[in-house]
């Protein structure tokens, strides 16, 4: 927001130049973006009058000026302008004078005449505007001579560029600019003049009503004015509106103009001859309807537009733009005068939906303070008196459902200087709030402060400790080194098990992949997920970049197919991927978050078989020390190859599948290799990891070792042969290693040859052959009882 200096200080006594205000500002809070200053750089610019004029014999376009610029002896200007004339006071650029483009102005000679300088246009002031210019600028037959041209027409304007934060709403004004710059410069304030008398007897009340049918719209009020006459603006509001970047139109137009820039609240002004039904609705527009705004563009509007309304016609869009059907017209007679406060966020959405962004919705948007309608109302009416626009009715029509208040808080003064590190005296806090309007009592050491209205930002104590501390100067608070107690960090259970997981798959020749967890609904067709699985019931996503990004996934599987496909579509021999993410599954409630679990997935094609993949998995179940663990045949599980996919189960909970994906899955992907893959819960693995360490001494006593070859039917699973064998062998067993499978000639069709070799110690004693027969012939008898094993 640009603020005029000239019209900031019509409010508050400012004896600093503006780059000390800017700075001053900066440094309690306020964010200056820029100081522009018109007119710096113009130097030895004065003012010089023409007392001969005559041509130059050499040149017929050019004139030899003598110039009286207030010393002893005139000076000899030649120009080629044609539009002064003997008599006239000009701006004069004497020699070494700088112009406003920088242009530097000598001593010369042109045609034979020396010229000790030159006359000086609007342009080469840099005061031109947008419109061009003719000929030399011609002040006042008044004005003194030989005075810096940067006095005599008040050539070096300043203004302030201020980035208004979205919680400061009551700035977003010269008024709420003003009150920041009274506080931070220790002055007072003045608030523009606001009494007016209503010279005309009739009432508004008994001349419309207003009806608000909609919420969105906090207040309304409305006044009249009648015996309106229509004129240009005066001279000095012209001006402040223009140095605030706003074309005058006529008077009653740059009222509402100057009053919202000066107030910070946006009004309107109705044509009252446009509002035939005598009655204003505040309600939302019908769906489709076709409106057409004051900058003479129709627009389609939906039933989330807020409108303004003579009964059913629609006469304004509220907070963002009046209608072309009734706006002030040079024969307007009487006017009624608007002043409203709608919801922010619905402004906003209004606005961006339409396109229309204007200087009045970009301040409803920001949630002005309601309080506000009734200052800006009556600095209106008190305008129209004093151009003499009209005559102000009588009454006010004001709707206010729900008044906002101010609001106590009660905050210990010794908590504020704790919690800003430094000491300022209560009574010195409450004089700093005091300049900000913050009201405030002291009662002990608790500061008792009355927040008004117009300071929405201000609810906690620590809010106002904010406050206190950038009027009291953050430059005046001295830099100290921070007194703190050192914690010792570390990481988390989790943490550390997942550094121990990340670890173990890169040793076992693994590259980590990162996937994203939003997924397309097309990813189940492609692994196969059946149309009933829960996994299909995912958590959409409301505002999705795309259809292949509109879900958050159930299974991780697609995710590392479709990386596997890319390394395969780059011709890539191999691959050996792994992912440590999550998956999200919705509760049966929807307004519950969704569970987030943690998972490994392992991927991996070419020169690879399950083996391969079951011994990574192995290497992680190792080394998080997890016991109980079983892989039993999966044969359900549609994206896996159904004889070549074991479930993964830790006592009788189910961690996830080990396998090779399905070829129809593989296909679908455009990978001609076979694929294996390896979802496993991290959770539960986590839940049943042993991380202590315990030393086991070495044995005292030699061990016995003894083979065996059995035969068995090639349907039955070494984990069954291994479960059989371990839990008859008892304490005596220390190990069991499959050493080989056989299946030839010399193997009945339909059987295989398994082979073992077992090792027997003693924790106490050297085992006789005794003590080892008893516990391997009783090993040998239930493998032919329950597994129908045959001893080779």
């Not at 003194?144 to 008040?154: N, R, S, V, W, Y």
């Not at 890319?566 to 440590?580: D, G, P």
């Not at 409630?589 to 569970?595: H, Q, R, S, V």
């Not at 039993?632 to 996919?645: A, C, I, L």
Request: with cysteine; aromatic share 6%; net charge negative.
């Amino acid at each position: 927001m640009k603020v005029p200096v000239n019209w900031l200080k019509d409010y508050v006594e400012i004896d600093i130049t503006p780059k000390e205000l800017g700075d001053a500002l900066t440094l309690s809070g306020s964010k200056v973006e820029e100081v522009i200053v018109t007119g710096d750089v113009v130097d030895k610019v004065v003012t010089g009058k023409i007392i001969k004029l005559e041509p130059n014999p050499e040149a017929e376009r050019l004139s030899i000026c003598q110039v009286d610029i207030g010393e002893a002896e005139p000076i000899q200007i030649v120009t080629a302008a044609t539009n002064m004339k003997e008599g006239d006071v000009v701006p004069t650029a004497l020699h070494g004078s700088t112009l406003a483009d920088g242009t530097k102005i000598k001593k010369s000679k042109l045609r034979g005449a020396v010229s000790n300088g030159m006359f000086c246009s609007e342009e080469e002031l840099g005061i031109a505007g947008d419109e061009p210019v003719h000929g030399l600028m011609i002040l006042p037959g008044n004005t003194p001579l030989g005075k810096d041209i940067k006095e005599a027409i008040d050539l070096q304007k300043a203004t302030i560029d201020f980035e208004i934060t979205s919680n400061r709403p009551d700035c977003l004004s010269i008024v709420g600019i003003a009150r920041e710059t009274a506080a931070t410069l220790g002055t007072e304030y003045r608030m523009p003049k606001l009494e007016y008398s209503a010279k005309c007897s009739d009432n508004i009340v008994d001349d419309i009503k207003v009806e608000i049918k909609d919420s969105l719209c906090r207040r309304y009020m409305a006044r009249g004015v009648k015996n309106i006459k229509i004129a240009p603006s005066p001279q000095w509001m012209q001006e402040r509106l223009i140095e605030a970047g706003v074309r005058p139109i006529n008077n009653i137009v740059d009222i509402t103009n100057f009053v919202m820039i000066e107030l910070g609240q946006p009004m309107h002004a109705f044509d009252r001859r446009e509002i035939t039904t005598n009655t204003i609705v505040v309600e939302r527009a019908k769906e489709g309807e076709k409106f057409t705004t004051l900058d003479g563009v129709e627009r389609t509007l939906d039933s989330a537009v807020l409108n303004i309304k003579d009964g059913d016609r629609t006469i304004g869009l509220a907070g963002i733009m009046g209608g072309l059907n009734s706006e002030v017209k040079d024969d307007t007679i009487a006017i009624v005068f608007e002043g409203a406060n709608f919801d922010g966020t619905n402004i906003r959405v209004s606005s961006k939906k339409l396109g229309l962004r204007t200087d009045a919705s970009g301040k409803f948007e920001k949630d002005l303070d309601p309080n506000l309608v009734e200052i800006a109302m009556n600095r209106a009416c008190h305008l129209v008196e004093e151009l003499g626009a009209g005559e102000v009715m009588e009454g006010t029509i004001d709707i206010y459902p729900e008044k906002s208040e101010s609001h106590i808080l009660k905050i210990d003064s010794n908590w504020i200087n704790k919690f800003l590190g430094i000491y300022i005296p209560k009574e010195d806090m409450k004089k700093y709030l005091d300049r900000l309007e913050l009201k405030s009592d002291i009662e002990g050491d608790t500061l008792v402060i009355s927040v008004p209205t117009f300071r929405s930002d201000i609810n906690i104590r620590e809010d106002v400790a904010e406050e206190i501390a950038r009027i009291y100067g953050y430059n005046n608070v001295p830099s100290t080194t921070p007194s703190v107690e050192t914690l010792k960090g570390g990481k988390s259970a989790k943490q550390i098990l997942d550094d121990k997981v990340l670890e173990t798959l890169i040793s076992s020749g693994l590259n980590q992949a990162i996937t994203y967890s939003f997924v397309s609904p097309k990813v189940f067709d492609r692994v196969l997920i059946p149309e009933d699985s829960i996994l299909r019931k995912a958590v959409a996503i409301r505002n999705p970049l795309g259809e292949d990004y509109s879900i958050m996934r159930t299974t991780s599987i697609p995710s590392m197919m479709e990386a596997l496909a890319r390394n395969y579509s780059r011709n890539n021999e191999l691959a050996r991927l792994f992912e440590i993410g999550k998956v999200y599954l919705p509760k049966e409630d929807e307004n519950d978050l969704p569970e987030e679990r943690n998972i490994v997935t392992i991927g991996m094609y070419g020169k690879a078989d399950y083996l391969d993949l079951k011994g990574v998995v192995e290497n992680i179940i190792d080394v998080l020390g997890v016991e109980k663990v079983k892989f039993q045949r999966e044969s359900e599980n549609p994206s896996f190859h159904p004889g070549k996919t074991a479930a993964l189960y830790i006592k009788k909970e189910y961690v996830g599948a080990v396998g090779e994906i399905h070829p129809d899955v593989a296909e679908k992907y455009g990978v001609e290799e076979r694929c294996y893959i390896a979802e496993l819960n991290l959770d539960i693995l986590y839940r049943n990891a042993t991380m202590e360490k315990r030393y086991t001494p070495l044995p005292k006593f030699p061990a016995v070792t003894r083979d065996i070859a059995i035969l068995v039917d090639e349907n039955i699973l070494v984990q069954e042969i291994e479960d059989a064998i371990k839990n008859q062998g008892g304490k005596l067993l220390e190990s069991v290693k499959l050493f080989d499978i056989y299946q030839g000639k010399q193997i009945p069709q339909g059987q295989k040859s398994i082979a073992y070799a077992l090792v027997y110690r003693g924790e106490n004693r050297t085992l006789t052959d005794n003590d080892v027969n008893k516990v391997h012939d009783k090993i040998v008898r239930t493998l032919e009882q329950k597994l129908g094993a045959e001893l080779r």
